[in-house]
Each structure stands twice: as structure tokens, then as C-alpha cells.
């Protein structure tokens, strides 16, 4: 059972935005931990989407960015592409569990 | 071009032991990074595993932490996990991974190997 919760799916047509929260606590994003986020395409390896200083490896656009706020964090992509859909996790540290720990996971549908 | 690559041992028996390497081509463990363990079971999420830090330091998710060993062999060219008494629960597939600090504590992993199945079943 992860301590940060994802919607299990979020759904959009092509060229549209969509946001995926991660709510954390205040063991974790809550105490100002930087959050990381990953894209799993089905069958493949989870890929790091945005370092820390908001720069993006180079095969990934810039329509992906992140946010954070108080105990939740936040990936938005905005106009929706069909390679777009996969599995995104956000990940962060916690001190209560001493260890890192990943979301639960989110489907992006594309409609 | 940094590159990891997971050893395949497949099936492992209940109670028994699995073992599994990463060799690291274009990067050296002693480098400032840290070299980690993550695992994903079937149609479920991600499970941080444990990590060593330039080949020196280890750092392992306490629900494991009993079970689970990682080190680097003589050739400092792999690392491996070891993890003891092992149940149809730790059926997952095993990435290893690169971790680099972001500088707020929480590493994040920019480098994946292609991961690894593996089975625990008599």
C-alpha cells in the first residue's frame, strides 16, 4: 500500500490537457520533498520524465510539467498525444518509512 | 552511453534465494550515484528495493531490509541483490536502476535497465 495516492485513470481526446495528482502527507511531500515523475509504456521500463531542475531528457517534450503544493504534487500534459498513453508514477521520499516510495500509478486513456 | 542490463534467473523455488546482477557499461559504480534496486509485481505499481551508494554504502527499504543484501562484485563493473526466503509475493519484475541526488535528499532514478521477471514457484 503506497503512502502516495494516484487516480487510478485519467482520460482525455487527443490535443487536450490532462493533470495527474499525487497526494502525499506530511512525511513526505508535505515536508518538502522533491517529487519525480515517470512514464511506463505498456511492456517497457519506467522512464524518468523531468529532472529536478525542470529540464526534460531530450526525447521528452515539453508538454509535460510538473507542480507541487503543500502535501500533493501534479503532472500535467497538455495537447494529448496517442503516444501519450501509459503508466505515470510520481515518487518521492518518506521519513516515517525511511525509504523512497513511488504512487500508486495512473492510466493515461486517450479517448 | 550509459547502459544496465538485468541477469535472468527466472524461476526461483519458494524459500530459496534470488540473485541478481546489473552490469553497468559507460559508467563507473564508484561514481556519486546511486546504484538501486526496484521492482514492479505483475499489473501492479513500483517497490524501491534498496540502493548503494558508490559502490559503498547501502540503503534498503525497511519492509525488506531483512531479506535483502546489495553489493558490488570485485570487477566493479555489476552490482547485485540478493533476497532471502523468498514467497510467491516477491513474483515482480526486478529493474535496476541509476539514482542521482537532486539535492532536496530524494534521489531520482534517470537510468533504467530493461528489467527482469522473475518467477517464485516450486
Known amino acids: 500500500q503506497s503512502v502516495l495516492t494516484q487516480p487510478p485513470s485519467v482520460s482525455g481526446a487527443p490535443g487536450q490537457r490532462v493533470t495527474i495528482s499525487c497526494t502525499g502527507t506530511s512525511s513526505n511531500i508535505g515536508a518538502d520533498y522533491d517529487v519525480h515523475w515517470y512514464q511506463q509504456l505498456p511492456g517497457a521500463a519506467p522512464k524518468l520524465l523531468i529532472y529536478?531542475?525542470?529540464n526534460r531528457p531530450s526525447a521528452v517534450p515539453d508538454r509535460f510539467s510538473r507542480s507541487k503544493s503543500g502535501t500533493s504534487a501534479s503532472l500535467a500534459i497538455t495537447g494529448l498525444q496517442a503516444e501519450d498513453e501509459a503508466d505515470y508514477y510520481c515518487?518521492?521520499?518518506?521519513?516515517?518509512?525511511?525509504?523512497?516510495?513511488f504512487g500508486t500509478g495512473t492510466k493515461v486513456i486517450i479517448l | 552511453q550509459v547502459h544496465l542490463q538485468e541477469s535472468d534467473p527466472g524461476l526461483v523455488k519458494p524459500s530459496g534465494t534470488l540473485s541478481l546482477t546489473c552490469a553497468v557499461s559507460?559508467?563507473?559504480?564508484?561514481?556519486?550515484?546511486?546504484w538501486s534496486w526496484v521492482r514492479q509485481p505483475p499489473g501492479r505499481g513500483l517497490e524501491w528495493i534498496g540502493d548503494?551508494?558508490?559502490?559503498?554504502?547501502?540503503n534498503y527499504n525497511p519492509s525488506l531490509k531483512s531479506r535483502v543484501a546489495i553489493s558490488v562484485d570485485k570487477s566493479q563493473i555489476q552490482f547485485s541483490l540478493k533476497l532471502t526466503s523468498v514467497t510467491a509475493a516477491d513474483t515482480a519484475t526486478y529493474y535496476c536502476?541509476?539514482?542521482?541526488?537532486?539535492?532536496?535528499?530524494?534521489?531520482?532514478?534517470?537510468?533504467w535497465g530493461r528489467g527482469t521477471l522473475v518467477t517464485v514457484s516450486s
Open positions: 536502476a541509476r539514482g542521482s541526488s537532486s539535492g532536496s535528499g530524494v534521489i531520482y532514478f534517470d537510468l
Open positions: 559507460g559508467a563507473s559504480i564508484s561514481s556519486s550515484n546511486f
Open positions: 515518487q518521492s521520499y518518506d521519513t516515517s518509512l525511511s525509504g523512497y516510495v
Open positions: 548503494l551508494y558508490r559502490g559503498l554504502t547501502s
Open positions: 529536478p531542475n525542470n
